[in-house]
């Protein structure tokens, strides 16, 4: 999964990084920051730490994209409105869960609202910085945020160091197709197969694409190496064609001096024939 922060806030846990009070204000400061000043002021706590252990810990603090920083910063600076939709993240799964086609579709039309609302807060908050890259970035990891609890728990901490995807099944949109009747449990239960399937056939297909993938890369490999061979062959003719070239000059040359030398020949013979003739 992409974006997991480099450093989580302690939950009692071991492993990984270990966590200080001082190395959590440490990190707190640097995913503040703009991605740009990120590496100095990294390097700067470290050398100044004086503890190697929390040396090797800060230096492992990733530095963030600017879609990461962004969203960081409305973590920070937009806790507000950030809590708001992460609730409604909440209650979208709740809805999903019950099977509640007509309340996600009302929640569905609130989260669009608000991860539109968040994505330009975010790059208010950028200071205008965000190219179109970073601001799909932003807004695919506020939707990914509202789609799975984990991922919401990471945006909430403002340590992202990359933008989130969610990967799973997460709340239906409001465009969405939704069958609802909350009273009869046959539709329900329909419905209930129809997800099962549909997200199935999707598995299916994200396998299919995958092998896809791993078809393309294939062919392209080949490809560079069949390109590679046709270069090859060609500098291999081009090195034939000049010595072909060179050879047909000393061809024509060797020609010339037969010739010359065959009228040489002919001159002696005549010389010695007029001899012969006088005796």
Not at 31 to 60: M, N, W
Request: glycine fraction near 6%; avoid cysteine.
């Amino acid at each position: 999964m992409l974006g997991q922060s480099a450093l989580r806030r302690p939950t009692g846990q071991t492993g990984g990084i270990a966590e200080t009070p001082e190395i959590d204000d440490i990190a707190d400061e640097l995913y503040a920051l703009p991605p740009a000043e990120f590496v100095t002021a990294r390097a700067e706590h470290a050398s100044r730490s004086g503890d190697k252990a929390l040396a090797k810990a800060i230096g492992a603090l990733r530095k963030p994209t600017v879609a990461a920083w962004a969203v960081n910063r409305l973590a920070r600076e937009a806790s507000a409105e950030l809590a708001e939709a992460l609730a409604l993240g909440d209650r979208l799964r709740e809805a999903q869960r019950r099977l509640r086609g007509t309340e996600l579709r009302n929640l569905g039309e609130r989260r669009r609202e608000l991860v539109n609302k968040l994505t330009r807060r975010a790059a208010e908050l950028a200071g205008g910085k965000l190219g179109g890259d970073a601001e799909v970035q932003v807004r695919n990891t506020l939707g990914a945020a509202l789609a799975d609890q984990g991922l919401a728990e990471q945006v909430r901490v403002g340590r992202l160091t990359k933008a989130l995807e969610h990967t799973g099944f997460g709340p239906l949109s409001s465009d969405a197709p939704v069958v609802v009747d909350d009273l009869a449990d046959r539709r329900e239960k329909r419905h209930e197969r129809a997800l099962a399937d549909a997200r199935r056939d999707l598995a299916e297909a994200d396998e299919e694409v995958k092998a896809a993938h791993d078809r393309v890369r294939a062919a392209t490999a080949e490809h560079a190496e069949r390109v590679r061979e046709v270069d090859d062959l060609r500098a291999e003719l081009r090195q034939a064609e000049r010595t072909e070239q060179q050879a047909a000059q000393r061809l024509r040359k060797a020609g010339q001096q037969l010739e010359t030398t065959q009228d040489m020949r002919s001159a002696a013979e005549q010389r010695l024939a007029d001899l012969l003739d006088r005796q």
